[in-house]
């Protein structure tokens, strides 16, 4: 069990699909309790978005006056100027839907937003995927009755929007 345990809380922490679905999964197969797993998931999240977020400003001046720093603080503007706000705000969401809340903070920081109003788009983006996975899982076995059936289904399916969410994201940036 305590392999078990370790595997959900780094699901937990690293946030990517497969692994993630996979937890839900052992959550659910292992009857382990639903509200602390979700209160685990939240504390989590708020912990992925506080590092990703600290480090991305750490990263801000500390190569302020640097080519790399100068690039990034480009980027960010030409960003912000091309979505504007209310795009900007639902390109968050769209991140947090496909991608790690660690990461998109990271790169959020560079925005001139507040770290409450980035903090708030991360995780309605994440909690949105968590309920997809949940949806996932809760289908998966309602429909196939041997477990280790639908643990190699639930991880399909994980790696599908995985790479799909990925191969999503790399179109939008090309343009």
Request: aromatic share 16%; charged share 15%; proline share 2%.
């Amino acid at each position: 069990m305590t392999a078990t345990w370790l595997f959900i809380l780094l699901a937990l922490f690293v946030q990517e699909p497969t692994s993630l679905d996979a937890a839900i999964f052992l959550v659910r197969e292992n009857h382990i309790n639903l509200w602390f797993i979700n209160f685990l998931w939240l504390v989590a999240t708020t912990i992925d978005i506080v590092l990703g977020y600290a480090l991305g400003k750490w990263m801000q001046k500390a190569f302020q006056e640097t080519r790399f720093g100068k690039w990034a603080e480009k980027w960010a503007v030409r960003i912000e100027n091309f979505i504007g706000t209310n795009g900007e705000r639902f390109t968050i969401i769209l991140l947090g839907i496909i991608n790690f809340p660690w990461l998109n903070a990271f790169l959020v920081s560079w925005l001139r937003l507040t770290f409450r109003n980035i903090f708030i788009l991360i995780f309605i983006g994440d909690a949105i995927y968590w309920g997809i996975a949940w949806a996932i899982n809760i289908g998966v076995r309602n429909y196939v009755a041997d477990p280790r059936v639908a643990l190699y289904v639930v991880i399909g399916i994980g790696l599908a929007f995985s790479v799909g969410s990925k191969a999503l994201l790399n179109k939008l940036l090309k343009k």
